[in-house]
C-alpha cells in the first residue's frame, strides 16, 4: 500500500468518514495545506503522548485529575453521567451542575444487542466505590442509543442506595447533548425526572 492509500485508510477510521470523504480529505491536506497537515500531525502526536483519562471521571487530561475533579468547590455528593466529553463541556457551559462527572466514553448500541463493552461500566462502579456520592443524575441523550444507556444505567444501581434522576425531555427528540442550547440544557437538569429515590443501607 503506497503513502496515499495509507492515509486515506488512516483518514476512515474517523466516525462516519467513508471513502469518498478520506480522500477529499487527502487532496485538501497535501494538495492545499500542507502547513496545516504537519500541524495536524504534531498535535496529534502531542495529544497521544500527554491526554489520558481522568483517575476520577475517565475524561480526557493532562495530569491525574481533571480540573473538575480537583476543584474542592465541586459537591462531590452529586454524580452526573454523560456520554462523552463533549458533554461535560456542555453542561459547564450551562452552569447548572455543581457536582461531579463520569464519562462513559459511548454508548449502548440496542442495535448491536447491547454490547456493553462501548462503555466504562467496571471504571464507573471503581469510581462509586467507597464514594460519598448520594445523587446520580443521568446526563444521557435522549436517543435510542442514549435511553439504552440510561436504562442499562438504572438497572445497574436499581438496588444500590442512590438517588436517580435523568434529564427532562425538554431536550428535543434525538438531540445530542453537545448540540443543544445551554438554555434549553440547563432546563433539562432542573426538571430531571426521579427514577428512584434514596433508599437505605
Do not use: W
Amino acid at each position: 500500500m503506497n503513502a496515499y492509500s495509507q492515509l486515506i485508510t488512516a483518514l476512515r477510521l474517523l466516525p462516519n468518514v467513508g471513502v469518498k470523504t478520506a480522500q477529499r480529505m487527502a487532496h485538501t491536506l497535501l494538495h492545499q495545506n500542507r502547513a496545516g497537515a504537519a500541524q495536524l500531525v504534531q498535535a496529534l502526536d502531542n495529544a497521544l503522548k500527554n491526554i489520558h483519562n481522568c483517575q476520577m471521571c475517565h475524561d480526557f487530561c493532562e495530569s491525574e485529575l481533571c480540573a473538575i475533579c480537583a476543584n474542592p468547590q465541586r459537591d462531590p455528593s452529586r454524580l452526573m453521567i454523560v456520554q462523552m466529553p463533549a458533554d461535560v463541556a456542555a453542561m459547564e457551559a450551562a452552569r447548572c451542575h455543581d457536582g461531579l462527572y463520569f464519562v462513559l466514553m459511548g454508548q449502548v448500541n440496542p442495535a448491536q444487542e447491547m454490547d456493553l463493552s462501548s462503555i466504562a461500566l467496571q471504571q464507573l462502579v471503581a469510581r462509586l466505590s467507597g464514594s460519598p456520592v448520594n445523587e446520580i443524575i443521568i446526563a444521557t441523550a435522549h436517543t435510542a442509543e442514549g435511553d439504552a444507556t440510561a436504562y442499562i444505567l438504572a438497572e445497574l444501581f436499581k438496588e444500590q442506595p442512590y438517588k436517580i434522576s435523568r434529564l427532562a425531555r425538554g431536550i428535543p427528540l434525538g438531540s445530542e447533548l453537545e448540540y443543544v442550547d445551554a438554555g434549553t440544557l440547563a432546563q433539562a437538569v432542573y426538571e430531571r425526572n426521579l427514577l428512584k429515590e434514596t433508599t437505605g443501607e
